[in-house]
């Protein structure tokens, strides 16, 4: 009898067919003798709903203030499918209990909106399972130590699903979606993808921290630290499908040394539009110039992604860098507020209109050339590169927003992505 994880998405969760459905699944793995805990998000479209409706009522520059309502109000749309997953399962006479995460409890620090995980106490949790009960946990969200509900995040139900599985040391973690797999990039996009059928962690990380939206990042660092076994698959198979079949579907997560790599040198292509390019004209060139332009940023609790530093004249320099657009007129703000008027004659330009594509793959390491390979690509379709960054198994490019598809479709044929490998 093994301990599994399962966590399904909003789309699986997205009507009381489809939650009839997850019930059924899950039903069937614990009547083959597993003890099952089950992560539900929010049904599709119900966390905007819920935003949307705060929005209405209070303006964003006044966001801040109520931060922790917000999380109050968000973790009500993943109570609402636990809830309606535990009624199907009892309907389909499986013994089941739903638990917010303040009840378990999943302790996370104070950061409202950007919670993270600090303990999981899983006593509660396993007296259910040696009961015969199958245990549905609230994604997304925890408590910190006021009492004070949070939440971790869009995403953050991906990374519920892995911690929980971790602290209970659970043989398998399978996160649901509406994709059956990893991809080498969005099928939307490209419709020549392929689904990988295993992935490294150091792979999985870098396209989640790049765009790939199969898996959130924080997710991934979770199984990679303690090593979760993880796996990514449909929801939308028909639930009765043979256990053995469906548990060798979709993509193994797993560490590079136990994946069967076909020593592709580049696995995946990732994109990401959410990105916004921050430019600090006329920098005076000296120690610590950097860190007084981010440290306020930081202190904002805004992630910065790609930096950019030029050689200027006269003793001054251009610093650029990328955050999230949902950040990009905050950290404007902050800017203006707190950095620029202790620069002098300096000027903050921002522009929305980008995007990040980058190349992934753990075969970049032993190979030479790729990154140019990329360059040459890119440059023979026209387009522009603003800003590049490297690693041991990444390359990406910020380019104008409007030949991201383009960029992603060249780049796919020119690393073959296309063939099926033996």
Not at 58 to 80: F, H, I
Request: hydrophobic letters at 40%; a negative charge.
């Amino acid at each position: 009898m093994a301990l599994i994880v399962h966590k399904y998405g909003g789309t699986s969760m997205g009507s009381p067919e489809r939650i009839k459905n997850v019930a059924k699944r899950v039903a069937k793995w614990a009547r083959a003798g597993h003890q099952m805990v089950v992560v539900p998000s929010a049904m599709s479209g119900e966390t905007n709903r819920l935003l949307g409706l705060a929005k209405e009522l209070a303006p964003a520059k006044e966001t801040r203030s109520y931060m922790r309502e917000l999380d109050m109000l968000a973790s009500t749309g993943e109570q609402a499918s636990s809830a309606l997953l535990a009624i199907a399962l009892q309907s389909e006479g499986m013994d089941s209990v739903s638990y917010a995460g303040w009840q378990v409890p999943i302790r996370t620090d104070s950061a409202y909106t950007k919670a993270r995980i600090e303990s999981i106490d899983d006593v509660r949790v396993r007296g259910d399972l040696q009961a015969g009960r199958v245990v549905i946990i609230t994604g997304f969200q925890g408590v910190d130590e006021n009492q004070n509900i949070t939440t971790l995040g869009r995403g953050g139900s991906d990374t519920s699903a892995v911690a929980v599985a971790a602290a209970m040391k659970a043989d398998e973690c399978l996160i649901y979606t509406d994709v059956d797999g990893v991809y080498t990039t969005d099928p939307r996009v490209v419709p020549e993808a392929r689904r990988l059928k295993t992935v490294s962690f150091e792979e999985m990380l870098e396209m989640a921290s790049l765009g790939s939206k199969v898996l959130q990042i924080r997710s991934v660092e979770f199984a990679g630290k303690y090593k979760v076994p993880l796996r990514v698959l449909s929801s939308f198979t028909p639930w009765d499908i043979n256990i053995q079949e469906e548990a060798k579907s979709g993509t193994l997560i797993t560490f590079e040394e136990d994946t069967q790599m076909e020593q592709a040198v580049v696995s995946g292509i990732a994109f990401n539009r959410d990105e916004a390019k921050i430019s600090i004209i006329g920098v005076p060139d000296k120690p610590g110039i950097a860190y007084q332009i981010l440290g306020s940023v930081a202190e904002g609790n805004i992630e910065v992604d790609m930096i950019i530093q030029n050689i200027g004249k006269d003793g001054r320099t251009d610093f650029s860098f990328t955050v999230h657009r949902n950040d990009f007129a905050r950290a404007m703000d902050l800017l203006k507020a707190k950095v620029l008027p202790t620069l002098g004659s300096t000027e903050a330009l921002g522009d929305t209109k980008i995007c990040k594509v980058s190349i992934v793959g753990i075969g970049m390491r032993s190979h030479v050339g790729i990154a140019s390979k990329m360059f040459r690509t890119l440059s023979e379709e026209g387009i522009n590169i603003q800003m590049i960054s490297t690693s041991e198994i990444k390359t990406s490019v910020v380019i104008d927003e409007k030949y991201m598809e383009l960029a992603v479709r060249a780049l796919h044929k020119a690393f073959d992505l296309d063939q099926v490998q033996a």
